[in-house]
């Protein structure tokens, strides 16, 4: 298979996922348009978003897949890869330790308050991250890639169920 052929098959598999998410929004916005949907505009904005973002990674997963098989030869990529997933993961126990700090800690209005807000988006992509890192992992050639990227997937879980049992706490 040429590298062409190769890129272009990646590519359709992400324009397909896009389209696929963008099917999904379409139809739930139809199913949902109503005085609510026009009072609060911007949650039902923000939720469509989240939900976009949900469907296009999971439809996404098998272009990923593809990407990271032939991507295999290239040591140089896994070192990256590596590195960068293992500082997301720590940017995100980071995000997770700011927030349950501010909401136990600080007034609410105080700066570190603030940054939980920032935080909270930090922790709403975990479970993207999650998948991408626990796909890489599957793929990676070699022992310290392939452990790098696990301890980002648990890494990236535990902020998930961690973010689950806080909300379900209230």
């Not at 911007?42 to 989240?50: E, K, R, T």
């Amino acid at each position: 298979m040429t590298p062409r052929i190769k890129v272009a098959s990646v590519l359709g598999g992400y324009v397909i996922a896009f389209l696929i998410a963008s099917a999904v929004i379409a139809i739930y916005v139809a199913a949902t348009s109503g005085a609510d949907r026009q009072t609060y505009g911007a949650m039902y904005a923000f939720g469509d978003s989240l939900l976009f973002l949900a469907v296009f990674g999971v439809a996404a997963v098998p272009a990923t897949a593809a990407a990271l098989f032939f991507l295999r030869p290239y040591r140089s990529f896994w070192l990256v890869l590596s590195v960068v997933a293992l500082a997301l993961a720590l940017s995100g126990v980071a995000a997770c330790i700011e927030f349950l700090a501010a909401r136990t800690a600080f007034r609410a209005g105080s700066i570190p308050s603030a940054w939980s807000g920032l935080a909270v988006l930090r922790i709403l992509v975990a479970p993207l991250f999650a998948v991408t890192f626990l796909l890489s992992g599957l793929f990676a050639p070699g022992r310290s890639a392939r452990i790098a990227l696990i301890v980002a997937t648990v890494s990236e879980t535990a902020i998930v169920a961690l973010w689950f049992c806080v909300l379900h706490s209230h």
